[in-house]
């Protein structure tokens, strides 16, 4: 304690003090480690170890740089990444700040390829039983790529040598680039609901990997798959591979090689329709020539046929003579016993004795009527008793005698005797003719008396 006092210093001063030591002696790293204890919580930030066989550090991706990330980060991955040395404060722990990270011995955008084709692979976008057949002769082809490229040019020049008479729908899109996959998507969208063409040919020239990442983007993929019409993938050169080309209907080594798979050689098809025509010609001749020698069989055939028709006509007609000699003997026969019993119905049949019932039908329609007036004037004089009675026993004809109906107010309830009301209560009485509103001055709970 003997000498020149020392300074004491707190916690927080010799933590700050640190920190301006390390990030001035550390500005700029770059480390390559292990992940692990991966953290990525609602903020977006990604909170990590990096750690080698011996030792490990803290390190965070704030969320800027979290969203540049061209995969998904995962425990056990090797990186490298870069960054600057400081110390969180409130535990008093160094930790890295990383900008940059990258997966070691393989490139980020690799990474993502591969994690987003496992993806869309494990969703069956890529399955060959989804692929669809080329149209053999489309009436209108669409076209997805840069007006600026050679690819546009290269798939014009085919399809007119191929095929002039096919007509084409551009739809101008950038092809690498920020937004360059939204306008991709977009554009196969629109071409395959609109209707017009029966097939989309989607591509670009050849370029680095980063130039082609667009026909990675997983909107391109997406909208690929589920186009209604068949797409042709044709993106770079034929050592080139995207996730479009997995998606697509067809996958075409190079522009030029998608053009020549949609668009038939039109003298091919001319020549091959001429063929089949003189094939059909020779075919129609052969066949109509059968059909000549199978009618002159049958014309032979058809003068026996002629021959045993005319016999079977002449027993036909001699069977015809018997038959009818024989119903006119069974209808004379029949006629005779017809008329026996229409005489014996004459003297024994129901008609006589309707005729004897006949008699009696106007007695006893007067009898039913008679019957019928005295119960009908029973029926009168009974209804007119019930009326009387229920005239005689009703409540008004009660209150027309000059009784009253008493009810307190304002509940309605029926007053019997005295004790149901109290004074100053509010009672309606009902007359024979009009009804009061009265109020109740005094009780007596002496017996009514009629004088």
């Known amino acids: 304690m003997l000498g020149t006092p020392q300074k004491i210093l707190t916690v927080s001063e010799l933590t700050l003090l640190v920190r301006d030591r390390l990030e001035q002696g550390f500005p700029d ?3 390559e480690g292990e992940i692990s204890n991966l953290r990525t919580p ?18 965070i991706l704030f969320r800027i740089g979290a969203q540049r990330l061209r995969f998904t980060l995962r425990e056990g991955v090797h990186v490298i990444v870069r960054g600057r040395l400081t110390v969180y404060e409130p535990r008093g722990e160094y930790q890295v700040v990383l900008d940059y990270l990258e997966p070691k011995g393989i490139g980020a955008l690799q990474v993502a390829f591969e994690q987003l084709k496992e993806k869309l692979a494990g969703e069956g976008l890529f399955d060959s039983n989804r692929k669809r057949p080329l149209p053999l002769l489309p009436r209108c082809i669409g076209v997805v790529t840069s007006l600026s490229g050679a690819a546009i040019q290269d798939i014009l020049t085919v399809l007119h040598r191929r095929c002039s008479i096919l007509k084409v729908l551009i739809m101008p899109v950038a092809v690498q680039g920020d937004g360059a996959a939204d306008q991709i998507a ?42 209604p019409v068949p797409v042709v993938s044709a993106v770079g050169h034929e050592v080139d591979y995207t996730l479009a080309d997995f998606a697509a209907d067809y996958r075409a080594p ?64 001699e069977a015809a003579d018997r038959l009818r000699v024989s119903l006119r003997i069974s209808l004379e026969g029949f006629r005779q016993r017809v008329q026996q019993a229409l005489h014996e119905g004459m003297v024994s049949g129901p008609r006589s004795k309707i005729q004897r019932h006949l008699v009696l039908l106007p007695y006893l329609m007067k ?85």
């Open 42 to 59: 609602g903020s977006g930030h990604l909170y990590f170890t990096l750690k080698d066989e011996s030792c490990q550090i803290r390190a």
């Open 367 to 451: 009898r039913v009527e008679e019957c019928f007036r005295a119960r009908l004037a029973f029926r009168r004089e009974r209804m007119r008793s019930v009326l009387s009675t229920l005239d005689a026993l009703s409540p008004l004809s009660i209150l027309a005698r000059g009784y009253s109906l008493v009810r307190t107010i304002p509940d309605g309830r029926t007053v019997r005797r005295a004790s149901d009301v109290a004074v100053d209560d509010e009672i309606g009485i009902t007359l024979g003719e009009g009804r009061l509103m009265c109020e109740v001055r005094q009780i007596s709970s002496e017996s009514a008396r009629l004088t």
């Open 186 to 227: 977009h554009a196969v969208r629109a071409l395959s609901l609109s209707g017009d063409v029966d097939v989309i040919i989607v591509g670009r020239g050849g370029g680095s990997w980063e130039d082609l990442w667009c026909f990675n983007e997983e909107t391109v993929v997406r909208a690929i798959a589920a186009s």
């Open 254 to 317: 190079t522009p030029s090689a998608a053009a020549e798979a949609v668009a038939p050689v039109l003298q091919d098809l001319v020549r091959t329709i001429r063929r089949l025509g003189e094939r059909q010609e020779r075919g129609i001749r052969a066949h109509v020539s059968l059909l000549h020698r199978q009618v002159a069989g049958y014309c032979d055939a058809m003068a026996l046929l002629l021959f045993r028709i005319q016999r079977y006509s002449q027993q036909l007609d």
């Open 29 to 31: 790293l770059w480390i």
